[in-house]
Structure formats: C-alpha cells, structure tokens
C-alpha cells in the first residue's frame, strides 16, 4: 500500500482563517471525537456541513448533544446522514478527515482540494509541550498514566487523542508551559505524513506486536505509520523505545527487533526499556526484583550520574501494567520529577477504564466474594494472553471477538497447561465473532475445554452464574472474573467502549 503523503503544514494558518470557510466534517460518530471537531469549528466562524455513512436515528445521541447546547450557532451546520455525496467533498474549502476511514482509493477524499484532522489542526495551533505514545499494546494506560503524574506533580497537563478525547476541547487552555499528552493510533499517524507538525519533546513507543493487519495487510506499511511519531524530532528531543526481543515471529523480516530499529534512525535523545538490566552503555529504564522478590522499576537517564530507583508498589495488577507505569515514570523522570515523588504518585493510581478494571464484586452461595475486571480495550490476542496471566492465578476467563487479520497463538499458548510459562484459567467463556473461529481450533487442539460461543452477553452471564453457583463446576474454583476480548468489537457492539459498558451493565444485571 503506498503511503499517502500530505502538503507540509496546515491548510489553516491560524484559528482566525477558520471564520467563514466551509468546512465538511467526515465522520461524525458516538465517541465524541466528530462532535469536538464540530463545535470547535463553529465556535470559529466556520459553516460546517457533517457527513456520516451512520443515519441519525443511529448518531442521535451526538446529533441532540449538539442540538441542545443552546451556545452553538446551529445556522451554519448542515447534515447530510447515511451516505456521502461527491459534492459535500469537492465544494468546500477544506474536509476535516476521520482517522479510521482509508484515504488511498476514496473517491469522496480524492476529491477535497484539502484535508486536514483535529490533530493536525491542533499540533498546528497549539504551542504546548508534546508528549506522544503510539504502539500495540498499553498505550492509553501508559498516557493516562503519564497524564496522572503530571497533574499530581503540578504541572497544568492535558491528554487527548486517540483516547477518545480530543484535543481541540482543550486547545485554547494550552501555552508553552502546559504538557499534552497525545495518545496517537498509526491510523492518526498516518494522517501526519509530509505535514511536519508533530515534534514531540518525548516521544515513546510501546510494545510492538501485529495489529490492524486487515487494514494493512503487512507489518511493514503498519510500522512505517508507527515511526512517523519520531520523523520530525530533534536532537534535544527524547526517544523511547523497547530494548528487548521481539515474540517469535512478530519481529522485522531481516532480523534484529523493531526496537532496533527504532533507536538507530532516531534523531532524539534514545532511552530504552526492558523487562531485564540495561546495559550500562544504554540510558532508559528497567524491571529488577528486591530482596523480597518485588519488582521495582530502574532508570538512567542523561544528566543524571546514577541510576535510580523510579517504581516501587502499585495498585493495579499484572507485569505488563507494571511495564507501562514503568515507561510513564521514565516520562515523568525525563519531565524533572523526582523519583521519590513519581514512586508515591504512581503508586496510587488506580487505572483507567476498560483495562483491566474492578467494577463489581458478588457473594455466591457459599458466600465467596468473586471479583469482577472489564480489561473491553485489550484488542489483540497478546494484550488478552496478558490480562489471564495478569493475577498469578487461574481466572475465569472471558475472550473472543471480531477478527483483525491477527495470530491468534499467543492467546491459546497462554492458557495451554502443557506449556510451564502458560496459566491456565479456571474457566473460559467465549464470546462469537471470526476472531473466536480462529481461537477455537488452537484451544481444541491444545485440548482446553471452553464455554460457547455466546452470540449475546445476556445468555453468557446466565451460564456463568448458573456455574459460579455450582461448588463441582470448575468456574467456581476462581474468584476473580475478567473479560478480555483480544479482538476488535465489531458484530455485537459500536466500539470496544461500548462492550465494555455492555459487559458491565450484564454483569451488574445478572450478580
């Protein structure tokens, strides 16, 4: 797939270029990232019309959030629901562009004279410090982290992206002295390319494993999205990368690792992390255990004589959290933050929503306490795999989902009990999707018995509960619960937002 390449900079100069343009909106959606784009465009003067392939009895609650906020000039926004004309494209000034529609072979796109997203529109008005986290797995819970830790430590900090919020909400509360923190997929990366505008002061990229491959077809085009976070740093930037191995067979054809990579063609200054020492050659951070078997958290960075303890205890479970507390209190330390104060702010955070999160606690019959995680935003099997090994015991595991052109191994080798390194759930539920149909052979194979697939949340809950209840099921030898998709949330649900809020209100309904 040949990369798209944009004109360099913005198609608005200023925010006062905006006032009178007309401007379609691509996309206006449930997430608000659409709804942002429009009312910050009106705000400014602009007519906007907004086309969605979606019809208005399905975008109603965006369409009435809009539609009630008495603040908005109404006057200037048209809609144009359940398809798209050729003409909404060509006969405007400029097309603000969804980052999960393709641009290569659209016709509607093919035909704007410009187009721009609200992450280019911000980058190019915003004169604050950028931290930006790209990567396969972790990135909303190391942003959110890193975000966390810096409005603790007082810093007047933002965070927006691909996390679902965007940043021209906040856009005019940034300056020079106010950090955001971008969460950026390679769908958003992608829409940078040429433009120049993303030089972030730390850039970091978490653990890369295969993603998206049906939007890609190969890693290589995925890759090449993902290294446009550090394309336009500079030598006083700073670079983060992994320093360990790739997973068999995740890594670049010609060998080494994507890390590798990464750190020879930075420009930055390059740090790296690894769940083992780093050499002593290397600045970065590392995982070591204590006397008493803890982990804790290493970092050496340039203009610091010594390496220095920078993560001790925290609250939320699992070795890869930990890995991503790590990375965003390498962040933190690069910021100025002193280690004693990144250890006891990190320490207490509790995590985020959709990631492997508490929600709900139950008594069965014999009065055991069983705990419930929504972990919705664990996309691929890897990220899955991790969640089930996350609490050092069997689980009673829910999985499965839409397929995204992805290995599904990772996740059946995880719960193998023939493999030492695997941890077998107590339980695994299964819910339908053609993620699960490439799920199911490797678990019949590997001999690991399951439940389902479930075609409806509704008819999963009652099995478990009917099995929780049951002292001789094996669901009932475990206390804790976690719903781990490892698949995209297409088919029964609107994003994987949504399937976890679903999966919480059927828990909650059902125990």
Not at 143 to 156: C, E, K, N, P
Not at 272 to 281: A, F, N
């Amino acid at each position: 797939m040949k990369a798209h390449l944009y004109p360099q900079g913005s198609f608005f100069k200023s925010i006062e270029d905006i006032k009178d343009k007309h401007i379609t909106v691509m996309g206006l959606g449930l997430n608000g990232g659409g709804e942002a784009v429009v009312r910050f465009l009106l705000k400014h003067g602009a007519y906007v019309l907004v086309t969605d392939m979606k019809s208005e009895e399905q975008l109603k609650p965006t369409i009435d959030s809009i539609a009630n906020d008495s603040s908005i000039d109404k006057e200037r926004l048209t809609y144009v629901l359940g398809g798209h004309r050729i003409q909404d494209f060509r006969d405007v000034d400029c097309v603000i562009k969804n980052p999960g529609v393709k641009i290569q072979g659209n016709e509607f796109l093919s035909a704007a004279p410009a187009i721009e997203t609200d992450i280019s529109m911000f980058l190019q008005f915003s004169k604050a410090p950028i931290i930006a986290v790209t990567g396969s797995k972790g990135k909303s819970s190391t942003v959110s982290a890193i975000h966390y830790g810096l409005r603790q430590a007082g810093f007047d900090a933002f965070l927006g992206g691909n996390i679902t919020v965007s940043p021209l909400t906040f856009l005019e509360n940034t300056n020079e002295k106010t950090p955001v923190v971008l969460e950026l997929s390679s769908w958003q990366l992608a829409d940078l390319r040429g433009r120049g505008l993303l030089k972030p002061k730390i850039a970091l990229i978490t653990k890369i494993v295969p993603d998206h491959q049906n939007w890609y077809g190969n890693m290589e085009d995925y890759i090449a999205d993902k290294k446009l976070i550090y394309a336009d740093q500079n030598p006083e930037d700073f670079f983060i990368c992994d320093a360990d191995k790739d997973s068999l067979g995740t890594g670049p054809k010609e060998g080494g690792s994507w890390g590798d990579i990464f750190a020879k063609e930075a420009k930055a200054k390059v740090l790296r992390y690894s769940q083992d020492r780093l050499d002593d050659s290397q600045y970065g951070v590392w995982l070591s255990f204590d006397e008493k078997n803890n982990l804790e958290a290493y970092a050496r960075i340039p203009g610091k004589a010594n390496e220095t303890k920078i993560l001790g205890e925290i609250n939320v479970p699992g070795r890869h959290m930990r890995q991503n507390l790590m990375n965003a209190a390498l962040v933190l330390y690069v910021m100025g933050i002193e280690p004693e104060k990144i250890q006891k702010i990190l320490g207490e955070w509790n995590g985020i929503p959709h990631r492997l999160q508490f929600f709900h606690q139950w008594k069965n019959s014999s009065q055991r306490n069983v705990r419930f995680y929504n972990d919705s935003c664990s996309t691929v099997p890897e990220a899955a795999a991790a969640a089930n090994a996350a609490f050092g015991k069997p689980v009673i595991f829910i999985t499965g989902g839409t397929d995204k052109g992805l290995d599904f191994e990772p996740l059946a080798a995880a719960m193998d009990p023939s493999l030492v390194s695997s941890t077998p759930a107590a339980a695994i539920y299964l819910l339908a999707g053609s993620g699960t149909e490439k799920l199911l052979p490797l678990l019949q194979k590997a001999k690991i018995s399951f439940k389902g697939p479930y075609d409806s949340l509704e008819k999963l809950m009652a099995d478990l509960k009917t099995d929780l209840q049951d002292k001789d099921s094996s669901a009932a030898q475990s206390d804790t619960v976690v719903f781990s998709p490892g698949c995209a949330s297409f088919g029964m649900f609107t994003n994987e937002f949504d399937r976890g809020e679903k999966f919480m209100q059927a828990v909650k309904k059902t125990f």
